[in-house]
């Protein structure tokens, strides 16, 4: 059966086809755009604000667990980036900034305690910042709302982020923090497609406003352990968005007793690194301690506060204070008996190498830098793991010397 083909003309009336021709949005040309090749030395350099952490015209973000020191890093930060002093280790460049710390979950009571408490331990002076530190708390009325959810419907607040924007340029911020990104908005923290247009309006206002803009978030309870980019709390639409992740770690108990630090000291020790692309180990970041500052202000039989403040912090090398000298004498002692690589046997080879460096092997602290020594001492070939069998006929791992002999 042959079907006649359909006039549409017919059906509809050629005056409704006309209508929907004029009506057409006119079909933009697509061309591709020929490479002009440059001199390198001619392409501006990218406008980093702080280190390599803080790019200029770009959203970062810090990710952290609670009780972290994120407060506490980010009030150093902003006293650094306003007094234009690195004091934290990271280059402050083409002087001074000016800073807008945008708090929605602690008073101004405590962030003062924060700020103040840095400003001793630095030695800086209302001078030293004067005209460039603003502070907002939400929790005084300072509230921030960039988007809404209302009966189902998803609604960025575009007059806020124009109100943003203006503000950011009378003020001539350099760098404006959101301390916490999930008390900035009402939408669904785990809507990838929103949380993407709230973090690109941002990056609006930072390109706009020639700032940095840094979202401060939270983690996960899955991510609280170890941190990374991807332990952030919702949706991945805000890390995949930011320039630069920065992500707080506070030391793990294995990490402190191979450095030989106390369970008591260890939560005094942070680790800030930029997991953006690639997760940088413990000893490629950078590392804080956070020192307790007196801020004076005890009444009457009240005691006074003692605050934290993040000061750089050099992480401990296990071969401080060994020489060449420590191994050949290990080397000595191992050669001349039967030493189990396992740290639980009793015939440990950790215990020779406390005999000679005058170590506690059933120390925590001191155990964890023995192994980090061996560790290294068999990776370069100093010692050797050789397996073979005990008095009971069981092929068990002993550490022998190598071949080499370089600490």
């Known amino acids: 059966m042959t079907v006649a083909p359909r006039d549409f003309a017919d ?34 350099p990218r406008p980093w ?12 973000c810090v990710v952290a667990p609670g009780g972290s020191g994120k407060s506490t890093m980010l009030a150093g930060t902003a006293l650094a980036l306003a007094s234009g002093q690195d004091f934290l280790g990271k280059k402050v460049w083409e002087g001074p900034k000016r800073v807008w710390l945008w708090n929605l979950e602690d008073d101004m009571d405590e962030l003062s305690r924060s700020i103040q408490a ?7 002076t209302p001078d030293d910042v004067a005209g460039r530190l603003f502070v907002d708390s939400g929790m005084e009325g300072a509230g921030l709302c960039t988007a809404v959810e209302t009966d189902g419907q998803f609604r ?17 911020i350099d760098v404006l923090i ?10 669904e923290e785990n809507a990838n497609s929103k949380i993407d247009k709230i973090a690109k309006a941002w990056g609006r206002v930072a390109k ?5 803009v840094v979202l401060v978030h939270h983690t996960s309870k899955a991510g609280s352990a170890d941190v990374t980019a991807m332990s952030a709390r919702g949706a991945v639409a805000l890390i995949n968005a930011a320039r630069s992740t920065l992500v707080l770690n506070r030391m793990t108990d294995e990490q402190a007793q191979e450095l030989g630090i106390t369970p008591e000291q260890r939560g005094r020790y942070v680790s800030v690194a930029d997991d953006k692309h690639n997760r940088a180990p413990a000893e490629k970041a950078d590392w804080y301690e956070l020192i307790g500052v007196d801020l004076g202000n005890a009444v009457d039989h009240r005691p006074g506060d003692s605050i934290a403040v993040a ?38 080879a950790g215990y020779a190498v406390a005999k000679v460096l005058g170590l506690n092997a059933d120390s925590k602290s001191d155990k964890g830098r023995i192994k980090s020594l061996l560790r290294q001492w068999v990776s370069n070939g100093a010692l050797k793991v050789d397996r073979r069998e005990d008095k009971s006929r069981q092929v068990r791992p002993y550490i022998v010397v190598g071949r080499r002999a370089d600490a």
């Open 311 to 348: 000061a750089p912090w050099t992480l401990p090398d296990p071969f401080d204070d060994v020489t060449v000298e420590h191994l050949e004498q290990v080397k000595t002692l191992i050669d001349s008996g039967e030493w189990r690589e396992s740290p639980q046997s009793p015939q440990w």
């Open 208 to 212: 706009a406003a020639n700032c940095v």
């Open 156 to 172: 960025l607040l575009e007059p806020i982020y124009e109100a943003l924007t203006a503000e950011i340029e009378r003020r001539r």
């Open 49 to 60: 604000v702080y280190g390599r952490w803080f790019l200029r015209g770009t959203v970062a």
């Open 11 to 44: 059906e509809i009336g050629d005056s409704a086809i006309v209508a929907a021709i004029h009506s057409a949005k006119p079909v933009r040309l697509v061309r591709a755009s020929p490479y002009s090749w440059r001199d390198p030395a001619t392409i501006p």
């Open 118 to 124: 840095a400003a001793i331990h630095h030695d800086l």
């Open 178 to 187: 959101v301390d916490p990104f999930v008390s900035s908005h009402e939408v």
